[in-house]
């Protein structure tokens, strides 16, 4: 690993990281409540952002920026005191979004998602024995991502939002992580040697297999 590749890497981590402690202090109520505002619309208004720089037209993307600034100016007031509401609209926006990702392959023509990407990593024929085990591997994490998104609406609901912000910012991160790891273990105790994928093999995997699906999404017309 090269040295800018390693800075890169910590850039991220620290970004990540500062993410985290401002979506706990907007989501709990502290701080400048437009700065929290601020920080929790950004990640939508660089989705629309992306999605107006691939519109062909100039006067086309113009006018979306111009209708994006009235929309915010509008609702600023409301999002101002709806600090909370954002940041689980997003929470469980990435959650469904997963959970349909790696759901869906589970059902119709097609194989599912972790059984595509264990193609990817081993030469064929893939054994029957993974390809059963890939599969169920995509249940518990399709699982995972619909029952987080169940345990945050209802803390969002019942509980205060410190406690729900505990959850959603502070805990989604290790969860994921503890899953990747019950996953992991799960795979020296149902496959043999030669049918276990290193950690950093998954991970390509799955970029390319996301690379490939939204390149797919792209070329629709």
Same mark, same amino acid.
Request: include cysteine; hydrophobic fraction near 55%.
């Given at each position: 690993?090269?040295?800018?590749?390693?800075?890169r890497?910590?850039?991220?981590? #620290?970004? =990540?990281?500062? +993410?985290? &402690?401002?979506?706990?202090?907007?989501?709990? /109520?502290?701080?400048? *409540?437009?700065?929290?505002?601020?920080?929790?619309?950004?990640?939508?208004?660089?989705? #629309?952002? =992306?999605?107006? +720089?691939? &519109?062909?037209?100039?006067?086309?993307?113009? /006018?979306?920026?111009? *209708?994006?600034?009235?929309?915010?100016?509008?609702?600023?007031?409301?999002?101002?005191h709806?600090?909370?509401?954002?940041?689980?609209?997003?929470?469980?926006?990435?959650?469904?979004?997963?959970?349909?990702?790696?759901?869906?392959?589970?059902?119709?023509?097609?194989?599912?998602?972790?059984?595509?990407?264990?193609?990817?990593?081993?030469?064929?024929?893939?054994?029957?024995?993974?390809?059963?085990?890939?599969?169920?591997?995509?249940?518990?994490?399709?699982l995972?991502?619909?029952?987080?998104?169940?345990?945050?609406?209802?803390?969002?609901?019942?509980?205060?939002?410190?406690?729900?912000?505990?959850?959603?910012?502070?805990?989604?991160?290790?969860?994921?992580?503890?899953?990747?790891?019950?996953?992991?273990?799960?795979?020296?105790?149902?496959?043999?040697?030669?049918?276990?994928?290193?950690?950093?093999?998954?991970?390509?995997?799955?970029?390319?297999?996301s690379?490939?699906?939204?390149?797919?999404?792209a070329?629709?017309?």
């Open positions: 690993m090269t040295e800018s590749s390693v800075l890497n910590l850039g991220v981590l #620290l970004l =990540m990281v500062a +993410w985290v &402690v401002a979506a706990h202090v907007g989501s709990s /109520g502290w701080g400048n *409540a437009s700065f929290n505002a601020a920080v929790a619309v950004l990640p939508i208004v660089a989705a #629309l952002a =992306m999605a107006l +720089w691939r &519109v062909p037209q100039w006067m086309l993307r113009a /006018g979306g920026v111009l *209708a994006l600034c009235a929309l915010l100016a509008w609702l600023w007031p409301r999002l101002r709806n600090v909370p509401l954002m940041y689980y609209l997003q929470h469980l926006g990435i959650h469904i979004a997963l959970g349909v990702f790696f759901g869906k392959s589970l059902f119709g023509p097609g194989e599912a998602v972790i059984t595509r990407m264990a193609r990817r990593i081993f030469p064929p024929p893939l054994s029957e024995r993974n390809v059963r085990y890939t599969r169920g591997a995509t249940l518990a994490w399709t995972f991502f619909f029952g987080n998104a169940l345990v945050s609406t209802g803390l969002f609901i019942w509980a205060s939002p410190e406690v729900w912000s505990i959850h959603a910012n502070l805990l989604t991160g290790p969860l994921v992580g503890l899953m990747f790891l019950a996953e992991y273990l799960m795979r020296f105790w149902l496959l043999p040697p030669d049918e276990r994928p290193g950690i950093s093999a998954v991970i390509k995997a799955y970029r390319r297999e690379a490939q699906r939204n390149g797919t999404k070329s629709k017309p």
